[in-house]
């Protein structure tokens, strides 16, 4: 598995690659996600990709255009 960041927009990475939510509208990182799990806002979607741990720090920091951390709360059922 390679990193969805390192992919389809570049920037140094590596580290660990490790499945985790994004929301985001860039095209190439939703195209290349795991799993798309729906809209989110105005053109913007909620995906599970797979990321290596450098740039899961920088999508922590916002340092990642167009993508952002996606924190999604489910109630059990």
Do not use: F, K
């Not at 996600?33 to 920088?58: I, N």
Request: contains cysteine.
């Amino acid at each position: 598995m390679d990193c969805v960041i390192c992919r389809h927009i570049g920037g140094e990475g590596g580290g660990a690659v490790n499945l985790i939510g994004l929301e985001t509208d860039h095209e190439g990182v939703v195209s290349g996600a795991t799993r798309r799990l729906g809209p989110v806002g105005s053109g913007r979607a909620h995906v599970l990709a797979h990321v290596c741990s450098q740039h899961v720090v920088e999508i922590y920091r916002g340092r990642v255009p167009e993508v952002a951390m996606a924190w999604r709360t489910v109630t059990p059922a």
